[in-house]
């Protein structure tokens, strides 16, 4: 890349990343100017970075570290368009796969990591790349593509906890990644699911009409308005999501993406057997009685008491209430799909 092709992108990484490591930042700094390369490792660290790309007005900013890096920056450069008052800047965002969910980066195509598929990317990225537009989902403040309430937000802080608890011995590095959710899943959330009682939930369309879908997709039963009730029961988990994957590829929300004016709400009270069905369930085609699929525009999630709460993948503690809506503005995203067919 020219000397001015790299002053119109910007790679922004999670320095606390399991994946950016040594070999990573190395290969980063091989490729691109200092200038253009930034490292987060804290809340205030992104909040000034994104102050700074907002001010260099970067046309193109990729973001390395998983799902929740990338719900950070846009949040944070959003909020900094907002603040100064800027009009007419709408930079495309790309997100590389070095996160350790990485769901965006498998809806749109970004390839496993090297040096010669980062290059390609980068340079992809930088001329002409293959756009479309995106709306992410708003939660508590944040813009994120997806956020989820009880079982999902379990799983996670149980793999938070088993990284906490095997830091620092032999067995770190087996904590990390798909098989440390493998150990939190399999001797904490299951066994926390089989003992805890599910709670009550009540969710209340505040958005234009919405309905529910089967395992095809199709609509059924009534078109609900703003103000009606669309879900009144016991819930294990309640999630939204404008992708179809969770991470690893998991595809919980097959209908993420039909429509691009909602979003894909799934509710489920399924038993400890049903979720033996995983395989099913990870390929997005499993369907039965107690999962409720709906596409709306905005909800609110009423629950008789609190439980664990992520958004883009991290957990955020505990809640009994939560609004979930579709952003207003649309970002325009990187297909990496077409630069690594």
Known sequence: MSEKQERKLAVL???????????????????????????????????????????????????????????????????QIEQLQIKDYNPRFGVLKLGTGNALAATF???????????REIYYAANGAVT?????????????????LGFDAMILNDYNTVKELLNGT?????????????????????????T??????????????????????????????????????KVRMVSGSKVPFYGFEFKLFPFAMTR?????????????LQILYLPSIWKGFYNADD???FLVDSVSIYLSAPVPFQIGGDGEGWRS???????EEKITMIDFKACNS
Request: charged content about 25%; cysteine-free.
């Open 109 to 119: 195509g970004a390839s496993t990591f090297n040096r010669e598929n980062l290059m």
């Open 196 to 233: 805890e009682k599910a709670p009550e939930a009540i969710i209340v369309n505040e958005g234009e009409t919405a309905w529910r879908v089967n395992g095809e997709g199709k609509r059924i039963g009534p078109v609900f308005k703003k103000g009606d009730v669309i879900f009144k029961g």
């Open 13 to 79: 990484l999670n320095g606390n990343a399991k994946r950016v490591n040594k070999k990573v930042r190395d290969t980063f700094e091989g490729i691109l100017e200092p200038d253009d390369l930034y490292y987060s490792k804290s809340l205030s660290d992104s909040r000034q970075i994104a102050r700074t790309i907002v001010e260099r007005r970067y046309q193109t900013i990729l973001t390395g570290g998983g799902d929740g890096t990338f719900s950070t920056f846009v949040t944070h450069i959003f909020n």
């Open 260 to 272: 691009g004016d909602k979003f894909h709400l799934r509710v489920h009270n399924v038993s400890i």
């Open 132 to 148: 479309q537009d995106f709306r992410l989902l708003e939660v508590e403040g944040r813009r994120t593509p997806f956020a989820g």
């Open 170 to 194: 032999p067995l770190q590095n087996t904590s990390r990644g798909l098989l440390g959710y493998w150990i939190g899943l399999l001797s904490m959330s299951i066994p926390r699911y089989i």
């Open 291 to 293: 999962i409720f699929d």
């Open 321 to 327: 209430y939560v609004k979930m809506s579709l952003s």
